[in-house]
């Protein structure tokens, strides 16, 4: 096991410039207990982070690769609710290897109360092998904490 596949804490609060969109709650979100479903987070934190890959990468590496989660960390604070807009956030953190590490901020938008926050690792894969892939370093310096600690300013 990894220093990344270890459990470790979740980041308290996102860097000065993270990547972000607003989405809305809508019915089909909403569960039995009359809140968004646990898996609804886990579908925001996906898809802000594909988000973040179109918006990032090249094209040319975006036809070449694909991203596969190899685990997710969701820890729930508040629940939404159904008419709600959250703001979803997203950084990238460290890499290890073929494991990129990514944090995600999932707040209300109206009073910007954290509802969840997430860590996932991601592995690169070949488009059409479907086997690891090691990135390019300046590919890498994109979605990963460099050597000074900073990250892509998206």
């Not at 990344?4 to 410039?17: C, G, Q, R, V």
């Not at 009359?34 to 890959?53: D, F, K, M, P, S």
């Not at 190899?70 to 703001?87: F, Q």
Request: proline residues 8%; aromatic residues 6%; glycine residues 4%.
């Amino acid at each position: 096991m990894t220093a990344l596949e270890t459990n470790s804490p979740m980041p308290s609060s996102p860097p000065p410039s993270p990547f972000q969109r607003t989405m809305a709650v809508e019915a089909g979100d909403i569960d039995e207990l009359g809140h968004v479903n646990n898996t609804v987070y886990l579908r925001w934190v996906q898809e802000i982070a594909t988000l973040h890959w179109q918006d990032v990468a090249p094209e040319q590496d975006q036809d070449l690769l694909l991203w596969v989660v190899s685990r997710h960390e969701i820890d729930y604070k508040s629940p939404a609710m159904l008419g709600d807009e959250v703001l979803v956030r997203t950084w990238v953190g460290a890499a290890q290897g073929l494991t990129f590490e990514r944090h995600t901020a999932i707040e209300r938008a109206g009073d910007e109360r954290l509802l969840a926050q997430a860590r996932t690792l991601w592995i690169p894969v070949n488009r059409q092998t479907r086997r690891p892939q090691r990135l390019r370093p300046e590919l890498r310096a994109l979605f990963s904490i460099n050597e000074a600690g900073n990250s892509s300013p998206k």
